[in-house]
Nanobody, 121 residues
Framework: QVQLKESGGGLAQAGGSLRLSCATF??????VGWFRRAPEKDEEFVAT???????LYADSAKGRFSISRNNGTNTVYLRMDRLRPEDTAVYYC?????????????????WGQGTQVTVSS
């Protein structure tokens, strides 16, 4: 059974940085993505990485966020720089067992509980 656990959320000031972590358990070579849900908004794709290190970013994340992984520890990271108040959301990591870089929520079979990120202006 695959389980995901996020950590690293919290409060940051605009222009600051945070790094989220997603530890995966139960399966290796997972494709892992980050999604976020802001208050009163639809869930939004942020970034994804396959087990080979290929990446895909949402336009809102390009140039500010960086996704990476450590296959030895089965952990995926989302480094977020130059944070903006509109980045405030609950961030979820999700996983699937394909090497394809998916941006659609429906492609992901496993989900974490989410971690809150709040960016103050």
């Amino acid at each position: 059974q695959v389980q995901l656990k996020e950590s690293g959320g919290g409060l940051a000031q605009a222009g600051g940085s945070l790094r989220l972590s997603c530890a995966t358990f139960g399966r290796t070579r997972l494709g892992v993505g980050w999604f976020r849900r802001a208050p009163e908004k639809d869930e939004e794709f942020v970034a994804t990485i396959n087990w080979m290190g290929g990446t895909l970013y949402a336009d809102s994340a390009k140039g500010r966020f960086s996704i990476s992984r450590n296959n030895g520890t089965n952990t995926v990271y989302l480094r977020m720089d130059r944070l903006r108040p509109e980045d405030t959301a609950v961030y979820y990591c999700a996983a699937h067992e394909s090497g394809v870089l998916f941006s659609s929520r429906g492609a992901y079979d496993y989900w974490g509980q989410g971690t809150q990120v709040t960016v103050s202006s």
